[in-house]
């Protein structure tokens, strides 16, 4: 076999085991309950604080709700919003008033609780940078850390930082 033989035949196989290219979107959950279900206690209840959290505070705005679940000294890794509880609801409270509580977190994908952390992923809708006027979904997630009281000690997602 020649050289440019060998060659080509390489280049065929690589071609030909790559991967089509084409992501698909992100599709939320149609069962929202069964997420919250574990055979542990522990991790069912971090995971439905968390989810209550997610709907009551983040999402109904609830800030007056938010000792309920976070810790006082609570660590936040948003680039964009400060780390304690006072950090947090001045970051919140710029985003405006009490919302309707929704009953579930719309484009919820998963939950995952592994030890004193729980994960919600979730569908998130970006404009398209190549497809002008066109949106496309990516994983948008949060991760929360519990600590032994079932409350929030740390929180981390995948925020870039903000322009000013």
Not at 57 to 70: E, H, P
Not at 79 to 90: C, D, I, R, S, V
Not at 96 to 118: C, F, N, S
Request: with cysteine; net charge positive; charged share 25%.
């Amino acid at each position: 076999m020649t050289r440019l033989t060998c060659a080509m035949i390489a280049l065929l196989g690589t071609v030909c085991a790559a991967p089509a290219f084409g992501a698909l979107p992100v599709v939320p959950a149609s069962d929202q309950a069964a997420l919250l279900k574990s055979n542990d206690k522990k991790l069912a209840a971090n995971k439905k604080a968390a989810y209550d959290f997610y709907r009551i505070v983040l999402r109904g705005l609830r800030l007056d709700q938010a000792d309920k679940y976070m810790r006082e000294d609570y660590m936040q890794h948003n680039p964009n919003a400060e780390t304690g509880l006072a950090g947090f609801k001045a970051y919140f409270t710029k985003l405006g008033g009490p919302k309707e509580i929704p009953a579930t977190i719309d484009g919820l994908v998963a939950i995952q609780a592994e030890g004193d952390y729980v994960t919600l992923s979730l569908v998130r809708l970006y404009d398209d940078p190549v497809h002008k006027g066109q949106k496309y979904t990516s994983t948008w997630f949060d991760m929360f850390r519990f600590d032994g009281n079932g409350k929030i000690a740390e929180h981390w997602d995948n925020a870039l930082k903000a322009g000013h």
